[in-house]
């Protein structure tokens, strides 16, 4: 590897798409049929779940197919061994296939499941040679892990750089024919730049990264030869990174430790993850140059047992966060990997052995645990977060011995129990489409079911696309305005927030009611002050600024009306709840000239209680007025 440009050397391209076609053929096999499928959704514009199913069984199964492949190769020479590597990916994918649901509008269930079985198969190519040894343990004939590993390595990273060039360096050509020769009106320029990249990316690529997956004489070499590119990065940006960032998180650590009023914030959970995970990835990189750098030596023999502190402010961080919100999918992530840094750590610190191997293959073995039985991340955080919720809507009196019962008023319950009801509601809702929500209350959702149906229905007429049922914002709206639960801010998170943010109960979609008291001469849009995008417009519109609270009506070009408006103490309120009813941002407004009857579905007010140090900047405004104009 001492060519940087070593991924150049397969120059007889026929030669090497034969080899590559005998050695890998369900592989390339597959690499067609995606490149088919992705072709297809492109050019029919379909939204069909059976396609997107397809594909992303495809993607998996062409990882499991290069992993398979990779693991016979190593094995003693079989009879059947190919074609046992070629079948084995092939049941694996249609029960894949069958397995899969609600690809096209995917819950939190079914991105984790396919995340994790595409991040398990990635990962074993990276370990395939070495698997037998390890349950054998022939631990000499793991010695050849690093040059492998190295080896992968360089063709994901070449194969994402030769992919991306292409695409990019061809999207340059063809969009300088279209805009030299003014034939951009002939084609449908989206759908020619998306078949290149299907070319460039999901063909091309793919192919050139399995024509360099080394063989088994590729990697077992006891001599590695150094990539200087690659030393630069590992011996100059990473390895220097890594110290200057140990600098940071054990800053943070010191103060956390000085004042233990001062709860370590929720990101630095993955802050420590992101980092340690990277530092192993080093570690295994800067294995060739431990020798020739005083800064890598001592980055190597102290890393581990540098690690482990942070690895104690971890598990303080989520228990925290556990004791009192109980475990979700991503605290229940968080867990697995403090526990996976934790062993690997001491592994490093106490083993004399110290394989590098032994990183990924531990992190593979707990996901792999991690994927069944009532412990895994698919049962686990649900159940607990179900149970949960159910005994929340038991303490509010909403469900008694199965019966669901409604408040009066959302004042009927606390702030903090309504909160956790309606985040209960939304976390089970996000994770399985809504099944169990929609199951425990039937009745509160029986009349938007039906509604959101037959409107599907009403618009899509001419439509070869399937009803995919309602959407989860819309059960999760419905079934908390109906037992009449809210959430709330938090003081904390609305001290970093410049606006104050304010939204009706009602729907999006739906008809906004209005009550036409009086005589009105126009009905207007509501915009926010800086949202308007022509202030000489020459149609009526009213405009609302949060930080001064001036509502100005536009007649028309260069004729503005400004009246002062002050909002409700109660609406600024720093713990107000979000979700409100029509009444509460619907406010009169008049002088001499004009009257303004203001119907918003959405508003922002500037934040007295705004630290000014960061923070949410963002407002929106939006609604309707109803103008009686006296001029």
């Known amino acids: 590897m001492n060519n940087p440009f070593w991924f150049l050397s397969h120059l007889d391209l026929r030669s090497s798409l034969e080899w590559v076609i005998r050695r890998f053929p369900l592989s390339v096999g597959i690499v067609f049929i995606l490149s088919i499928f992705w072709f297809y959704v492109v050019n029919s514009e379909t939204n069909s779940e059976w396609i997107y199913r397809s594909i992303v069984v495809s993607v998996v199964t062409f990882f499991l197919s290069v992993w398979s492949l990779i693991f016979i190769e190593n ?8 074609a046992i590597a070629n079948f084995f990916p092939i049941v694996f994918g249609v029960l894949f296939y069958i ?16 995340t994790l079985t595409l991040f398990g198969f990635v990962s074993f190519v990276f370990v395939a040679p070495f698997l037998r040894s390890y349950f054998e343990k022939k631990w000499e004939n793991i010695v050849h892990f690093y040059n492998y590993f190295i080896s992968i390595a360089w063709v994901f990273l070449m194969t994402a750089i030769v992919g991306g060039s292409l695409f990019a360096l061809w999207s ?6 279209l805009a030299l020769f003014d034939i951009s009106d002939l084609v449908d320029e989206w759908k020619l730049f998306s078949n290149w990249a299907i070319v460039s990316l999901v063909l091309v ?15 077992e070499k006891n001599k590695y030869e150094e990539n200087r590119f690659f030393s630069f990065l590992v011996r100059f940006v990473a390895t220097p990174f890594i110290y200057v960032y140990f600098f940071i998180l054990y800053a943070y650590t010191f103060k956390v430790l000085m004042n233990f009023s001062e709860w370590p914030k929720g990101i630095i959970s993955w802050m420590v993850i992101g980092f340690t995970a990277f530092g192993y990835m080093i570690y295994i990189f800067s294995k060739a140059y431990d020798s020739n750098s005083r800064m890598i030596s001592l980055f190597r023999k102290y890393f581990s047992l540098a690690v482990l502190p942070q690895v104690c402010m971890l598990f303080y961080a989520i228990y925290l966060r556990i004791a009192q919100y109980d475990i979700t999918m991503n605290r229940y992530f968080v867990v697995i990997f403090w526990l996976w840094l934790t062993i690997i750590s001491l592994y490093f610190v106490f083993s004399k052995s110290r394989f590098l191997s032994f990183i ?23 159940n607990r977060q179900y149970d949960r919720l159910i005994k929340n809507l038991e303490k509010a009196n909403i469900l008694k011995n199965g019966v669901v019962t409604p408040l009066s008023s959302p004042k009927d319950i606390s702030k903090e129990l309504s909160g956790d009801i309606y985040s209960g509601i939304s976390y089970v809702c996000d994770f399985d489409n809504c099944a169990r929500i929609k199951e425990l209350f039937k009745k509160e959702l029986e009349e938007a079911l039906k509604k959101d149906e037959e409107d599907w229905k009403k618009w899509n007429t001419n439509s070869r696309d399937t009803y995919h049922g309602i959407s989860t914002w819309s059960v999760i709206s419905t079934v908390t305005e109906k037992i009449k639960v809210q959430t709330y801010y938090e003081g904390s998170e609305i001290e970093n927030n410049k606006y104050i943010q304010f939204n009706t109960n009602y729907k999006w979609d739906a008809p906004y009611p209005l009550s036409l008291e009086g005589w009105y001469t126009k009905l207007v849009r509501v915009y926010g002050e800086t949202d308007t995008l022509n202030t000489d417009a020459l149609y009526p519109y009213i405009s609302i600024d949060p930080d001064s609270s001036k509502v100005r009506y536009h007649r028309w070009a260069g004729d503005i009306v400004s009246i002062e408006f002050t909002p409700s103490s109660d609406l600024i309120d720093s ?16 002088d001499n000239t004009i009257e303004i009857k203001v119907f918003l579905q959405n508003f922002a007010v500037k934040n007295p209680a705004y630290t000014g140090l960061g923070g949410y900047q963002y407002y929106s405004i939006s609604g309707v007025g109803l103008v009686k104009d006296k001029k």
């Open 75 to 82: 094995l003693p020479k079989k009879r059947y061994s190919n």
């Open 205 to 219: 690529a793919p192919l050139y990264g399995l024509m360099h997956i080394p063989t088994q004489g590729d990697f």
């Open 575 to 590: 713990t107000i709840h979000t979700n409100l009813e029509q009444k509460d941002l619907t406010f009169e407004i008049r």
């Open 360 to 382: 990924p293959v531990s992190l593979l073995t707990i996901i792999l645990l991690i994927s069944v039985g009532p412990w895994s991340v698919y049962n686990l955080p649900m």
């Open 99 to 114: 397995s899969l649901y609600n690809v096209y509008n995917p819950t939190l269930e079914t991105i984790t499941y396919i």
């Open 172 to 177: 340059i050509a063809i969009g300088s024919v």
